[in-house]
């Protein structure tokens, strides 16, 4: 079968769905190549944190209701060592704004109901997905489809497929650099059936290794603790994740982890990661095909979400009026953000885990750095202002 697009989007997580959302409402066809079904990524347990502008681009086109009415809005995080927890009042600190807690495969879920609802076509399934012809003018995906091979031809390919996808190897070797750091260790994740007994966001510097407690509802806790890279889960029954969650959380001031059943449990490697740049020939790649960060800034999915908002712009642009000067652009501009959130995750990173290389005289640098955030208005503020997003221009 042969179809005709003018955007082929590979990958249905937050990026491309949401690329294709943003097209439509601009007048710009395009399909949708998902490798995964339907409800395999409506429920692929993934962050959890929307910054003010993301929840704002959300809202504006038309797909924020729901989350409106589910998502946590929260005004500040805590920083907790040495026993004790220090508030970062983020509203205060950046003039009024605010993140949104509500997990990504809600976000997922929202938009492909959005469209679903503008019968916007996306192909859940498909295997051997392929793209070729990236330096003409009419690039092709092709795939199979419950038997049968499909071909795409489109004027532009968006590469949404995530760090483990095939657009970015597609490219030829030679044409993208790449940026790396992986960290040595892990996170274990879990979802608990517990109703969270805080109300925020609490990042935890411990000498056992970093510990994260967030939430995605008024019922269900979601926690972290740093483990060993190699860690395999088989080696953390539920009573020695609560155990470790207990140590790295617990405060001085008899503030108690409330447990609750296990619904979900995972080990994620931490990397950063970007290619630069992100386009070749008629291939732009956007989200996590394009770059990761470690889970600690919250950043992945927020960075995703303005990588779209630029090439939905760039590739109205280009095919209103022809001109390619956004789209010659899309990777510059895009990458000025992803550079300030790879730092800003490194330095969260750096700031509360336990590096195994560390020596003594590296902890007490650790704890200097989080004693003057909690101290200083003006390191409050820079943390703060990264967390909540940066403006978009
Ligand atoms: N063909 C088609 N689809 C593919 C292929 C393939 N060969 N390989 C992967 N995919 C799909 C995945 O199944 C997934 O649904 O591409 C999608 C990529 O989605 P994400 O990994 O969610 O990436 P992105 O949309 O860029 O969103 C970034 O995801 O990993 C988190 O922390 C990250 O929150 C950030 C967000
Ligand atoms: C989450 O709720 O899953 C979450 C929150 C904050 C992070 C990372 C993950 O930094």
């Given at each position: 079968m042969l179809m005709r697009t003018q955007v082929g989007i590979v990958g249905a997580g937050p990026a491309g769905l949401l690329l294709s959302h943003l097209l439509h409402l601009h007048g710009v066809e395009s399909v949708v190549v998902e490798n995964r079904s339907r409800d395999y990524v409506e429920h692929r347990v993934r962050a959890g944190v929307l910054e003010q502008g993301t929840v704002d681009l959300l809202n504006e086109s038309g797909v924020g209701e729901r989350m409106q009415r589910e998502?946590?809005?929260?005004?500040?995080?805590?920083?907790?060592?040495?026993?004790?927890?220090h508030r970062i009042d983020m509203t205060d600190l950046t003039g009024g704004r605010s993140i949104t807690v509500y997990g990504q495969q809600e976000v997922v879920k929202d938009l492909?109901?959005?469209?679903?609802g503008a019968d916007g076509p996306i192909v859940f399934g498909a295997t051997d997905v392929a793209v070729h012809d990236l330096d003409t003018a009419v690039p092709r995906?092709?795939?199979?489809?419950?038997g049968e091979t499909v071909e795409i031809k489109s004027n532009v390919i968006a590469g949404c497929d995530g760090f483990h996808g095939i657009c970015r190897p597609s490219i030829p070797s030679g044409v993208l650099s790449v940026f790396e750091r992986t960290y040595p260790f892990a996170w274990l994740g879990i979802l608990a059936e517990a109703p969270p007994t805080h109300e925020e966001l609490i990042y935890a510097y411990h000498e056992r290794g970093f510990a994260?407690?967030?939430?995605?509802?008024?019922?269900?806790t979601r926690l972290y603790v740093q483990v060993a890279p190699e860690e395999d889960i088989g080696g953390w029954p539920d009573e020695r994740i609560w155990q470790e969650l207990h140590t790295r959380l617990e405060t001085d001031d008899g503030w108690k982890l409330r447990e609750g059943k296990i619904v979900e449990k995972g080990i994620t490697g931490m990397r950063s990661f970007v290619v630069e740049p992100m386009q070749f020939g008629r291939l732009f790649l956007a989200g996590d095909a394009a770059h990761i960060v470690p889970p600690t800034g919250a950043k992945g999915m927020n960075l995703a979400v303005a990588d779209v908002r630029a090439l939905a712009r760039a590739l109205t642009g280009f095919f209103k009026s022809g001109k390619t000067d956004m789209l010659d652009a899309y990777s510059a501009t895009c990458l000025k953000r992803i550079w300030r959130a790879e730092h800003f995750s490194w330095w969260m990173t750096s700031m509360l885990h336990r590096f195994p290389s560390d020596d003594a005289f590296q902890h007490r640098l650790q704890r200097s750095q989080l004693e003057y955030v909690a101290r200083s208005r003006p390191a409050a503020t820079s943390l703060a202002e990264n967390y909540v997003g940066l403006p978009f221009d």
């Open positions: 998502g946590l809005v929260h005004h500040g995080i805590e920083l907790r060592f040495g026993g004790r927890g492909i109901r959005a469209r679903a995906i092709t795939f199979r489809n419950g994260l407690y967030s939430m995605r509802s008024p019922e269900i």
